[in-house]
Every structure is written in C-alpha cells, then in structure tokens.
C-alpha cells in the first residue's frame, strides 16, 4: 500500500524531513520506506492518494488518566494535594460503577480519537473491572495504549483507597488478559505516586513487574508539597527518584515518570543510567502551578522526553496544543534565564508529541523503514492565508488548528473508524 500526500516527521529532533508529495509504503502496519515520486511498476490500485493534504505521525500522549475526563476544565484553582482530595479523588472514587465508568470511558476513548492521539499511557481508577473495561474499550477500538489501575493503600480518603491485596491481584489479572507480546492494548503498573502506596505494596509491585515483564508509570517531583511529603515518609532515601528505585521500579522496566520538574542532581543521573521516560506536562503544570520542568536540561543529558495532556490537571486532550504549550514555557523559561536555557524549536516539540515518547510504544512516531503506520491525514485548507512552504503550513495548524482539520486516523496501518459513544 502506498499514501500519498505531503509527508513531514522527524526522524531526530534537530529537523523535519519532508517529502513533498510523497508515498509513504506500508506493508503488514510497519513503514517499509518514503519516496519522492512512485516506484515503478505500482499500480494505482495500490495507492491512496491524499492529494495536497499533510501526513504526520499520530500524536502519543505520554501521561493521561482517563477517569479525570468529567473534570476537564474545571477545578483548576488549586495546588497538587489539595485538587487531588478536592476534585479527583472523589470523581475517581464513582468508576466503581460499572455502568458510569463505560459512559465516561467510551467518551473518553472517542475524545482520543478525535485529537489524533494514537498512543496513549493512561491511568484509570483504583478498581480493576472498571480498568478491565477501558482496555476492552481501546482494543475495541484499534487505538494502542497501556493503561494500568491506579495503585494506591495508603494515605487515601477513606472511601477512595484499595487494600493492598486487592491492588495487587488486579495487576495479575490485567497482566494475564493483556500482556501478550506486541499487543496493541496492554496493562502497565500504575504506581499512583509514592507518599500513598505502602511498602508491602510497592515491594508486591516490583516483583509482578518483574514475573510479567510489565512497563510501570508514575509521578515524580511534581510538587514542592509532594516532594516533602516523600521526604517526610522516606528520611533516609537519598532523594525520591530512589524511594522508586530502591522498590525496582525505576528502569528496571520500562518506566514513565511524569512531570520531574524539581529534580535533584542525583535525580537527573539516575534518570540517564536507567532510561527513564519522562512525562513532559506543560498543561497541568501551568494550571496547578507546579512550576517549569526544565525539559532543555532533559535533552542535553540525553533523558528520553515524551509530552502528556496529564488531563484533568491539563484541560486539553488535544496533543497539538499540548505540543504548542511545552514551546511556550520553554521560551518563557529562556527570558527567564536570561536566555541560558534554549527554548525548544517546532521541530523539537513535535519530535516529543511524536517519536519522543513513541518510542516507549516501541518502534512508534516516525516514518522511518521498520516503525510501525500510525499517522494523520491533516487538511489545513482554510487556515490563514494559503502558504506555500509545508513547514509553515504544519506550524500553522498545530498552533491554530484543531481536530476538525484531522479528518483520519491510521494505526499499524489500518484507518481507525469513529469508536461507539456507550
Ligand atoms: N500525583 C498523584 N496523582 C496525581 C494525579 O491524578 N494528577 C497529577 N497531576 N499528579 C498526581
Ligand atoms: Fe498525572
């Protein structure tokens, strides 16, 4: 099969390479190679072409929680723990129904579709069926995601807090169900963040990482209250990258950590030698005051990046905006430092939103030979004033676009049809 279109990735950061009416070829979901006029012999049956219209990866949003969905755009007056016992929490606590949780779930799948969020790492509620339904629902719907259940024993409201028993046996049976090799859907161990799982849990945890193999996301340094609270339950750690390093879940599988903005020295190098993924969240980072994350710094040690909407601390599932935001901070970080830290390029940006935490899908967020077909098909007519370069006409949409100029979704190949709304 060959896509024709005007075709614009990065393959590195430093630079979009574009293939202006190009063919992307794609066999068995994987993308066999670009090229700049059609190889001979290809007949037109084989090619759907997209005319004038622009093809990029589909977006991967790195850090998300799905049962956050009713509170999109409101509750955003406070700071990280209190909005969790104000507004989270309590909104979590209702997935215990069934029913609520398909309504909101569906929607919420169907909200990703329509941004153009191909991959996701997702985190659901505490309760095990309701997290059972939402990976029914992504494999229903042919996106790719992991999402977990939100592993919490301690430190909790009363009515939203699971026994340590319990939140263990749900990682196995989720393992069970969907942890087959290359699976499009499958279930990561969600460690909520530290100051609330306790240590027989956290021990459990990384010992089913280990048994099954399973990729692991959490929080780190999101918050001066939190990083205290860490400190306060974990004296003796040297910072709290090592309270999740000491109970294996630092690297030892492949590990998200979203936000990472008040990091240590010890911090950062444990970051490099473990690979961690960070979770770069420019929108709840914004609305909960958290602060900055110096994503600059992250680049120049070689930390893997990816960008996540963190809704409903972020308000927009919308990756382009996501994408937009994490420019704006950066170039507020750089007059802020008196111009010491670099502002991320588009380029840069949309590597994050893309192939920097694509990759942790594996070979995902690029159109290089061997990554596997997930892309966009963007038409941008309308927006401003008709521009010639592809560049410019990329930038535009992402800063004043929005979904209605995605007008279709592939995923391993395979265009991925409206999901149903239960
Ligand atoms: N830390 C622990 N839980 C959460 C959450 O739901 N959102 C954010 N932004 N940080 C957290
Ligand atoms: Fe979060």
Redesign the pocket.
């Known amino acids: 099969m060959f896509i024709k279109g005007n075709i614009i990735h990065t393959p590195t950061r430093e630079k979009f390479e574009i293939f202006p009416k190009g063919y992307l070829e794609i066999a068995g979901g994987k993308v066999v190679a670009l090229h700049l006029s059609l190889p001979k012999g290809v007949s037109q049956a084989e090619i759907i072409d997209y005319g004038e219209l622009l093809l990029i990866p589909g977006y991967v949003d790195l850090?998300v929680?799905a049962p956050q969905y009713p509170n999109m755009g409101i509750g955003l007056d406070m700071e990280l723990l209190p909005w969790l016992n104000t507004y989270t929490f309590p909104e979590e606590s209702k997935f215990k129904d069934l029913q609520y949780a398909k309504k909101v779930y569906s929607r919420f799948v169907h909200e990703l579709w329509k941004y153009g969020t191909t991959r996701s790492a997702v985190?659901a509620s505490m309760h095990t069926e309701a997290t059972d339904l939402l990976l029914q629902l992504f494999q229903e719907s042919g996106l790719g995601a992991f999402a977990g259940k939100s592993l919490m024993d301690r430190n909790c409201p009363e009515y939203y807090v699971d026994t340590t028993e319990n939140a263990l046996a749900g990682v196995r049976i989720l393992a069970d169900k969907y942890n087959q090799p290359n699976a499009l859907v499958q279930s990561i161990i969600t460690n909520r963040f530290a100051p609330i799982c306790t240590d027989e849990l956290q021990l459990g945890i990384a010992k089913l990482a280990f048994d099954y193999n399973l990729p692991v996301q959490s929080?780190l340094n999101?918050n001066f209250g939190e990083i205290a609270w860490v400190k306060e339950l974990y004296p003796d750690a040297l910072s709290y990258a090592h309270v999740y390093h000491h109970f294996g879940q630092f690297g030892q599988t492949p590990t998200i950590m979203?936000?990472c903005i008040h990091n240590e020295e010890s911090e950062l190098e444990l970051m490099v030698e473990m690979s961690i993924y960070a979770a770069h969240?420019p929108h709840?980072n914004t609305n909960l005051g958290s602060g900055i994350m110096p994503v600059r710094e992250f680049l120049n040690r070689g930390i893997r990046v990816g960008l996540?909407s963190?809704l409903s601390?972020g308000h927009k599932l919308a990756m382009n905006e996501v994408l937009v935001h994490a420019i704006q901070l950066s170039r507020l970080m750089w007059g802020a430092s008196n111009k010491k830290q670099a502002a991320l390029t588009l380029a840069e940006a949309f590597y994050l939103a893309t192939k920097g935490g694509g990759e942790f899908f594996g070979k995902v967020g690029s159109f290089e030979a061997g990554y596997e077909a997930d892309f966009l098909v963007i038409d941008d007519t309308g927006l401003g004033m008709p521009n010639t370069s592809i560049e410019q006409r990329l930038q535009r949409y992402l800063y004043v676009g929005d979904d209605r100029n995605i007008i279709k979704r592939y995923v391993r190949g395979k265009e991925v049809a409206e999901p149903t709304i239960y």
């Open positions: 850090h929680h985190f929080h999101e979203a936000h969240c709840s996540g963190d601390g």
